[in-house]
């Protein structure tokens, strides 16, 4: 009796063990969209900066992205100005978690929340279907710490170039958007989901990340008998 | 690996194409006009009820405070369209109505002079209020004004309703005016 609890005590530890050594994280990435220098060279209505962060435990990340954004519509009659800052969390699932160079095909969902500022000056007489017998006047109407939330399907890849440099993109279905804090301006443009015609709208963008690891990353080549064929990544902490 | 990335680019390529059929129209169901109708009210011999559009006369049609005529003199409608300000919050309108119109002709050989006659007018008051809601439809289309909630504050006509609470380019009746 004495044998079998010292066989069971030394057979916990193990798998205990093995669990930390599987699940504990074994780096961090760390991005930026490279989109945002373009959009400062040649768009003069949009500027956005976003960094992406996640955490890689066994086949899954923990997501994390945080972003500031402005945007800048100026139209002869019509002004429209957008700030705010958004962020999203979410899990992605690896599908390429065998993989000796550690490239990442992933599928995942994120929730997004943006809280932004947007003001709109306008002349009355641009107003569409309206009458314009009445004279013209430039109005004003602005929302004010207003907040959305949404959900996004993600999938995407990340491809190591050299060392721990990754290149990748991440394809975005966004979809059931809720705007709150608004008053009598319906925003155009939502931080970090887009223009606010509907629900729905899917977006797009490129990441240059560089990993940071803790520590090896165990790669179980043999998936019937993972405890025993192991093999360490081919990149280097 | 290439299968993987085969794969993704499919899925890129799907979600772009979706992207860029988002639907983004100029298309806006709002506009800035109440509509007014007047009805004449019968009760028939056999006790039904009778409603039909009565044509009726106006001197002028003005938004007070602002010195805006809608209408010119001697129009003869059964509803009128009455464009509320877009830059505020409520809109009062005067109309005076008449009777009717009686033209002397006077031979004043060579020329002959006609002197118009508005018989009795009445000025009545509609003066209602709203809320606005502002859109941006698309960069290149523009922006909307959306009424809602409107709420008839002061009308002078002996019996009138509010049929519609917000102002829609579907000619859909906001306010009745009973004879």
Known sequence: MRYIFSIMMLLSSVFATAQISRYAPSAVRVGVDPGTFLYQIFSQKRNFFE??????????FLVADL???SITIDEPTFRYENNGTYRRFGVDVNLMKNDPDLNVAFFGFRHGHANFNDNLDFDTRAVIQSNTKWPNTTETTSNNQARANWFELNTGLRIRIVKQLYLGFTVRYKLFLSVKGTEDLKPYYIPGFGKNIGTSAAGFNYYISYRLPFRKKIVYTDTKN???????????? | MKQLIGF????????ILFSSCKNEDCVSSANNYLLVTFLNVDTLENGSISIKGKDTTFYSVTAIGNDLEFYTKALKKDTLKLPVNPAADQTTFQLVMIDSIRYDTLANNPVVLDTIYYLHPKPHVISV???RKFRVITESCGMEISYHNLAADTITFPSAALITDYLSRFNTTNIEVYF
């Open chain 1, 226 to 237: 993972d405890k025993t064929a192991v093999e360490k990544s081919k990149v280097k902490p």
């Open chain 2, 8 to 15: 993704f680019t499919f899925i890129f390529l799907i979600l």
């Open chain 1, 67 to 69: 972003g500031i954004s």
């Open chain 2, 129 to 131: 209020s709203y809320e």
């Open chain 1, 51 to 60: 960094v992406e962060g996640d955490m890689d435990i066994d086949n899954f």
